[in-house]
């Protein structure tokens, strides 16, 4: 067991130096200098270019640039070339926006993917099955900005409240607790849905398809051999092998904390993890996307370490 | 035929299995009965129908793609055909128990082996969990597995091959039932394990005296174990009859090719005899006789004619029309 | 009596009646067919590949039948089947249909025109980029299967190392250092040919034996690779590095394209690797063929079943995140239309003019769909596991 953690603790570790040098390569060999942030803008003259580069070693060789940047992010001296501010409080600041949308999106997925993956699988070939199959394909091919605003229109037609960005403008003055409170839980909704709208299909399908693969297994048969009725067969016999792999999935739901999604928070204004990566890019404000990256590598890689802990807790067939 | 030592008789069975495009007759009419303590055998070429018959004497046949397209299955009286799936849930495991072919697939892999058989006792029997371990421990020590109480917290992964088949005997005698079906439980074993399991099983079957439905592809096993024999082929039991007279009278060109096709002694040096051709397609089947096509006494109403099942001598049957006249012939 | 000694009368018909022969071909459309959605999934994409065919021809060329870049500004935001005001319309500006099936968006421009420029762009997108991840895919999978044991040695690194850098340093005006590098490689495969035909026998130098060690086998190395890929948050990485190159619908295929092969990389490597245990594999090397008729003609017909199925679904998603990235403002320059910047043009006009949202979204959709319904039609055709399950 030790033996098994340090390994792939190594095996990450060095994974994730790869991670960043590639992802340092892909951003400093791309065309266009970093140092060009804005060359319209007027502030720009080749004094405080020669300042800024000086002061970002973008005048030192690549592996020098490398070196410097990695020990500021390991050390926490990270700053934004935009405005100067320190990344990772940036980083937080908007993670914390974020936290909400990407809480309430995985319960409502996790909710409502299982009982409709198990009942898909239960009832297979029948009319329940058949709609809830179409109705995830319909979900998985919708286009989530187009989705975003059929939503939008929807809402705002039928129920006349305002839905983009965090809270309603100006809400702030002489609104009671629980019209603020409810003003913040509309703002909410809608954007945490879309969030969830893929990964309910996908998990839901998922789950389907592991409950049809156990259903087929020898021990369901022997477990109706021996008289169960048909809701212990499906609920404990089946259900117990086909959510195993699932189990693994909870570590894979850590990477979606820093995700965000660039296009729902920019439609709906939200000020999140997924709008600064975008607006980060648009200014080529290598640190901010550098650490985006590596934040969200480094939770990639710890959801698989995680997810690995867990089968080897959950699986008795697993023994190291 | 049916008389008061009967505890089951399947008549005239079909079991069809429908997909788009074609409709495989897996079970095309088959009778067979068990009576109170005896062994009966099921022995055909896998693909015949044997587990087929065995499953839907439970109700465990997938509905769709299978179909019960007719027949009746006696049990105490009743018709487990026309029962609803409450009452079929108190025979299964309760009255009739099944063991199947592969212990390991067929024991659930993440519960222990106490919770296993425990379920098997508890669905039926009313009683505390303190008895229900106990009753756990009795039936691993009945089935002959060493320090049982040790034994209860592993899992199956953590047996041995012999040891898992065992551990199912177990949960098919937790209630003690009237009748065990085995669907070729010592198929997956080494053959040291094999005669192991097979002893354990007719001494359960003398000291429980309970029925046993034994389903088989090794008439070696058969040999060793049943007091009948139904032979089937292609989803109708073609002879049938108690051991001596299936091994030593058959009567029917199948038969006799199967037992031909066995090695034995007086054989030493000769090459090995083997039926021609293969087993129809359960989708496909010939007219008449399904056997006619691969059957060295074939005669033309052999592809015409369904056969009847005719009364060879005292309680032996065979489907063929050819042997029951050429017999009369004989004497 | 005896059967044995009776043999067999020649006259007898040993064939049993077997199912009608039917090819694979045939066994599979019989099977796709009950799939009633992968049908319309298939007529669907049938469609839409004519729809985006003809639209390439009517909508380019320098008198085009549907012009997509015609700006009428005193028609903007007509809704669609409205005829046009032909008072104030010079000749060559009235729609060639005579109305405007879709309407027209805020520029006056036809968005039926419009629509069917996009068209061309997202199928190219699709098939473009999923045939760049699936070769990639292939060509991966298959050497981590098949090669998977071979190592790569502490030398192999090494001047690939010195290969790899010497040309960076090259191309960064380090020439002299760079240079250097070059040169050191084949002097040392040179070295490594010399004392390779000599040391037959003899002990080599303790440098020489940890330059022969092995260091990664092929597969490991492979795999760390798909790993380290998919660290990368997907559509994150694809917006960085097309936010940096310029805009070209070019760029955007090749980078969907090389940040989605990993799957395929997997399924192949996997279905190499159980195949190449098969006794047909064995048997097809004691007869003495060489690995490129065995990976070709034997194992890759029995991979590419999973591919197909992910290449299918792959284009759905490479669809979705071009219209994404269109809509985004990445991507295929303007004043060149595309699903995605029709609505992304439209949405300021969601309220006035709501087909500018709806028309391009629900092409997106149905085609997305389409594809998706195929995709895991074909997945229950061709998986022997789920068959006669439904």
């Given at each position: ?320 | ?331 | ?119 061309w762009v997202?199928?190219t997108v699709?098939?473009v980029a ?117 805009a070209s619908i070019y760029n955007i295929m090749i ?67 071009e219209?994404?990235l269109s809509?985004?403002?990445?991507g295929v320059p303007?004043?060149h239309?595309t ?52």
């Amino acid at each position: 067991m030790i033996s098994f953690i340090g390994r792939s603790v190594i095996q990450k570790i060095i994974t994730l130096f790869f991670v960043s040098i590639v992802s340092f390569l892909i951003i400093h060999i791309a065309p266009g200098k970093p140092s060009q942030v804005d060359p319209m803008n007027p502030k720009f003259t080749p004094e405080v270019v020669e300042r800024f580069q000086k002061e970002f070693h973008l005048d030192k060789p690549l592996h020098v640039q490398y070196f410097y940047f990695y020990k500021d992010l390991f050390t926490g001296e990270t700053i934004s070339w935009k405005d100067n501010q320190s990344v990772i409080n940036k980083i937080w600041e908007r993670f914390l926006n974020s936290l909400p949308l990407f809480i309430v999106g995985t319960i409502i997925t996790w909710t409502l993917s299982f009982p409709i993956g198990i009942r898909s699988a239960i009832f297979r070939g029948q009319f329940y099955d058949r709609s809830a199959t179409f109705l995830s394909y319909l979900l998985i091919s919708i286009p989530g900005f187009f989705f975003a605003y059929v939503l939008i229109i929807f809402v705002v037609n039928q129920f006349h409240v305002p839905v983009i960005g965090m809270e309603t403008f100006g809400i702030g003055e002489g609104a009671s607790l629980p019209h603020i409170f409810m003003d913040r839980i509309w703002h909410l909704l809608l954007p945490s849905m879309l969030g969830a709208t893929g990964g309910i299909a996908v998990l839901s399908r998922y789950v389907r398809s592991q409950m049809l693969e156990v259903e087929g297994q020898d021990y369901i048969r022997t477990a109706r051999a021996k008289g169960l009725p048909p809701e212990q067969v499906h609920y404990k016999h089946a259900l117990r092998n086909a959510l195993l792999p699932f189990v693994t999935m909870f570590g894979l739901i850590l990477p979606g904390l820093i995700g965000g999604s660039v296009i729902i928070e920019s439609i709906f204004s939200w000020p999140g993890m997924g709008r600064m990566a975008y607006e980060a890019i648009l200014a080529r404000d290598y640190p901010v996307i550098l650490t985006v990256n590596f934040v969200s590598a480094v939770l990639v890689l710890a959801g698989t370490f995680i997810s690995d802990l867990l089968y080897l807790i959950v699986d008795p067939r697993i023994r190291l | 035929m049916a008389n008061n030592n009967t505890l089951i008789s399947v008549q005239d069975l079909k079991v069809y299995f429908r997909s788009s495009h074609e409709c495989a007759r897996a079970v095309d009419g088959v009778s067979f009965e068990v009576r109170k303590e005896e062994t009966v055998c099921l022995v055909g070429e896998s693909g015949c129908g044997k587990t087929v018959s065995a499953l839907s004497i439970l109700g465990l046949i997938p509905i769709p793609p299978g179909e019960i397209a007719g027949g009746r299955i006696l049990f105490q009286g009743k018709n487990l055909l026309e029962l609803d799936e409450e009452d079929m849930q108190k025979i299964r495991g309760n009255r009739i128990a099944m063991v199947f072919q592969e212990p390991l697939t067929s024991l659930n892999p993440v519960f222990t082996i106490e919770d296993q058989i425990g379920e098997a006792v508890r669905i039926h029997k009313n009683i505390g969990a303190g008895e229900l371990r106990d009753c756990c421990i009795k039936l691993l020590k009945d089935v002959g597995i060493p320090s049982p109480v040790q034994r209860l917290k592993d899992y199956p992964h953590q047996l041995s091959g012999g040891q898992r088949q065992r551990v199912m005997i177990a949960m098919a005698l937790a209630c003690d039932p009237d009748l065990i079906i085995a669907d070729e439980p010592t198929t997956a074993l080494d053959v040291t394990v094999q005669a192991q399991i097979l002893q354990l099983l007719k001494s359960i079957q003398k000291t429980r005296s309970m029925s046993v439905l034994y389903i088989t592809h090794d008439l070696g096993v058969v040999a060793n174990i049943a007091d009948r024999v139904y032979v089937m082929y292609s989803g109708i039991v073609t002879e049938q009859g108690n051991t001596a007279q299936i091994f030593y009278d058959a009567r029917h060109p199948y038969t006799q090719g199967l037992l031909a096709s066995l090695p034995s002694r007086s054989k030493r040096g000769k090459r090995l005899y083997s039926i021609p051709g293969t087993v129809p397609n359960p989708a496909y089947k010939p007219e008449g006789c399904p056997f006619h096509p691969r059957c060295p006494h074939a005669i033309s109403t052999c592809s015409r004619e369904h056969p009847e099942m005719c009364d060879y001598s005292k309680a032996h049957l065979a489907r063929c029309p050819v042997l029951f006249e050429s017999a009369n012939g004989y004497k | 009596m005896n059967i044995e000694e009776k043999g067999f009368n020649e006259d007898f018909q040993f064939e049993t009646p077997l199912a009608p022969k039917r090819t694979r071909l045939q066994e599979f459309w019989l099977l796709f067919r009950q799939n009633r959605l992968a049908i319309l999934g298939l007529f669907i994409f049938i469609l839409f590949f004519c729809c985006a065919i003809a639209g390439l021809f009517m909508t380019s060329g320098p008198d085009p039948l549907f012009d997509p870049a015609m700006i009428r500004l005193q028609e903007k935001l007509r809704p669609p089947l409205v005829k046009p005001n032909l008072d104030s319309l010079r000749r060559e500006e009235i729609p060639c249909l005579g109305f405007y099936l879709m309407g027209t968006d805020d520029l006056g421009r036809d968005v039926f025109a419009r629509m069917l420029q996009g068209a061309w762009v997202s199928l190219t997108v699709g098939f473009v980029a999923v045939g760049i991840s699936v070769l990639i895919g292939i060509f991966m999978g298959g050497i981590a299967g098949y090669f998977g044991q071979h190592h790569i040695r502490v030398d192999h690194v090494i001047v690939t190392f010195l290969l790899i850098s010497g040309t960076a340093l090259v191309t960064a005006h380090f020439i002299r250092f760079g240079a250097v590098l070059l040169c050191l490689t084949p002097a040392y495969i040179f070295y490594s040919f010399l004392t390779q035909n000599r040391s037959k026998g003899k002990t080599l130098p303790l440098w020489a034996k940890v330059f022969r060690k092995n260091a990664v086998s092929v597969d490991t190395l492979i795999m760390r690779i798909v790993d380290i890929m998919l660290c990368f948050p997907s559509f994150f990485l694809i917006l960085t590095v097309v936010a940096l190159l310029p805009a070209s619908i070019y760029n955007i295929m090749i980078v969907i394209g090389l940040t989605s092969w990993m799957g395929t990389t997997r399924f192949v490597r996997a279905e190499f690797l159980s195949l190449r245990e098969q006794d047909f594999v064995a048997a097809v090397k004691t007869l003495g063929a060489g690995n490129f008729r065995i990976i070709f003609r034997h194992m890759m017909p029995n991979a590419v079943a999973p591919v197909l199925v992910s290449a299918t679904i792959g284009i759905a998603t490479a669809i979705l995140t071009e219209a994404g990235l269109s809509f985004l403002g990445f991507g295929v320059p303007p004043p060149h239309a595309t699903w995605g910047n029709i609505l992304s043009d439209g949405k300021n006009f969601i309220f006035d003019a709501p087909w500018l949202t709806f028309i391009p979204g629900i092409a997106i959709l149905i085609v997305v769909l389409s594809f998706n319904l195929f995709g895991e039609g074909l997945r229950d055709v061709l998986n022997p596991k789920l068959r006669g399950r439904h």
